[in-house]
């Protein structure tokens, strides 16, 4: 009762992250004891060697304990991990550079046809009636199966990367929105013509503003579509060999399992910390504002 | 800066009645034979029937009657947002064709716009006027004074309570002038203290601006105390069933026991009605 907020928070926070840890450590320990195959499953020191070497920083932690540990490679035969290079310059950043933009320019042009195609679906009952099934229909394909499509109309290219996330995003926007729409409370427009509101300026005033919450939603659930649509483009239409899809394709071609799983981590990552730090950040202002939720 | 004017519900009514403001021109409603049925074709429900009601420049007429009675659709009519069947709707001779801001409408939920603050709601009708940005300043500052809500007109509308919500909402219509001022149950969902306040509030305003009012209300406490006329409704479908005048001069003490008759007789008319449309609802299933 008399503890502050933040510290119950903080000490809960403090309670998961101790017991990660030792979930973490547990399985270290584990698979030290039992002397488990590297090649099969990895285990946490592998990751975490297999990520910061794709940074470019070369560590040691999963080699047996023993003098120079966890700096020196024991086996530096065996190592194929080229050293030397900057980190700028390491194949994960240039990989998530290359996603990135390709998810900028790729989610910028799902979310204006989403946001375009939703205002269309909402107004005209024809074309809800016509594209509405379809657009239902479509967001319930996986995006992979795009690719095939992808592959024959485009080709292996930036053009068919982009036609994958497009399509595995736009739709699902679309819905979102129009549905979000439609859940406008009618008195925002009545009240809105009443004072006067008529055409375009009803929408830019009144509507649109009244919808901010539903295209707040939609804009968190049309990134995650989109970024998955994204990375199963990358990991199939291997183009210009870049992309961090791309380079979950290379752990699996060098049989690297540490690398494959470092590399699905920095997805969730990726994903979690734009959700949580962008999209939910912005969900929570509008519905702050519209006091739709108690600000934290 | 100047010190807030205390609220004046803190304060007795004056025993003497202050001047009124002088009577509009305008703000004549019109409203000859009205028939209203919610759809097309001669199988849609007939919801009003043969209204007809004159309301006179700077005139508070409320209207009261059993619920479904077509109460809102009489007033969504007056604001053009219904189209009458038959019959005609004028605003000072001129037919009502549309929703605008010479009807200003404070609805039962407010409908403020929850992405404005409180003086943003009340600047939008000046917006869609194109007003200059110091005269709409001007206006909005004056008309927050009038409603005792000037240090609330940077809050978010749900950091408002339901009292000055509606007061808002009753800023909000009244700063674009309008001719007539519709009102449905505008103070429904508050408590009882704070409607008492609401209703000194709205007498005060409504004394000051003479602004042509409809109103409407459940409330039979409520429809003596604010109104020059009280027009009782009867249902299925709606007509009127009694008018009946209130010639208690403003400001009106809450207690007057000459109020208290005249509750007395709309309550009785209003018991009537509901007597006469559930035995009309029981032999219709029979
Ligand atoms: N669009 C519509 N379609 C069918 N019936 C309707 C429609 N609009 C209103 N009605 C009917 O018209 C009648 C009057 O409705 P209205 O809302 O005007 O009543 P009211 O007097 O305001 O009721 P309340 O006091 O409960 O607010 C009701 O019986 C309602 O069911
Ligand atoms: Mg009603």
Known sequence: MSTPNWKTAIGRRARVAAVW????????????????????????????????????????????????????????????????????????????????????????????????????????????????????????????????????????????ILFVLFMGSAFSMAIA???????????????????GARGLRLYFRVLLPASLPAFAGTLRQGFSFAWRSLLGAELILLTQRRGIGFLLNVGRDFADVAQVVAVMIVMIAVGMAVDRWCFAIIERRVRTRFGLAQPR | MNPEPAPSHTRPLPAAAPASGPLPAR?????????????????????LDGITLRCEPGEFVVVVGPSGCGKTSLLHIAAGMLRPT???????????????????????????????????????????????????????ESALRMVSLSTAGHKLVHELSGGMRQRIAIARAMVVEPAVLLMDEPFASLDAQTRTLLHEHLQRLWWQTRHTVLFVTHSVGEAVRLADRVIVMSAHPGRIRREIPVQVPHPRPMDSPELADLGRIVRTEIQEEVARVNAELENGHR
């Open chain 2, 27 to 47: 703000g004549r409603l019109d409203l000859t034979d009205i028939q209203f049925r919610p759809g097309p074709g001669p199988d849609a429900p007939l919801i």
């Open chain 1, 177 to 195: 929105m129009r549905d979000g729409l439609r859940a406008l409370p009618p008195i925002y427009r009545a009240a809105g013509i009443m004072l």
């Open chain 1, 21 to 160: 840890l030792v979930l973490i450590l547990a399985w270290e320990g584990a698979y030290r004891a039992i002397g488990w195959k590297p090649w099969v499953f990895p285990a946490p020191s592998h990751v975490i060697d297999a990520t910061l070497s794709m940074l470019n920083i070369h560590t040691y932690l999963g080699e047996p304990l023993g003098p120079g540990w966890p700096l020196a490679n024991p086996m530096p035969v065996d190592n194929p991990r080229a050293p030397g290079t900057p980190v700028f310059g390491s194949p994960l950043v240039s990989a998530l550079t290359y996603s990135g933009l390709r998810m900028a320019i790729g989610f910028t042009a799902a979310l204006a046809f989403g946001v375009a195609a939703g205002l269309l679906l909402w107004r005209i009952t024809f074309i809800d009636s016509l594209l509405g099934p379809l657009f239902l229909g479509l967001q319930t394909l996986p995006s992979v199966c795009w690719v095939p499509l992808a592959i024959l109309t485009f080709g292996i290219n930036e053009r068919g």
């Open chain 2, 86 to 140: 038959a019959g005609s709707a004028l605003l000072d001779s001129a037919p009502i064709l549309g929703p605008g801001p010479d009807r200003a409408m404070v609805f039962q939920e407010h409908g403020l716009f929850p992405w404005l603050t409180a003086a943003e709601n009340v600047e939008f009708g000046l917006r869609m006027m194109g007003l200059p940005a110091a005269e709409r300043r001007h206006r909005v």
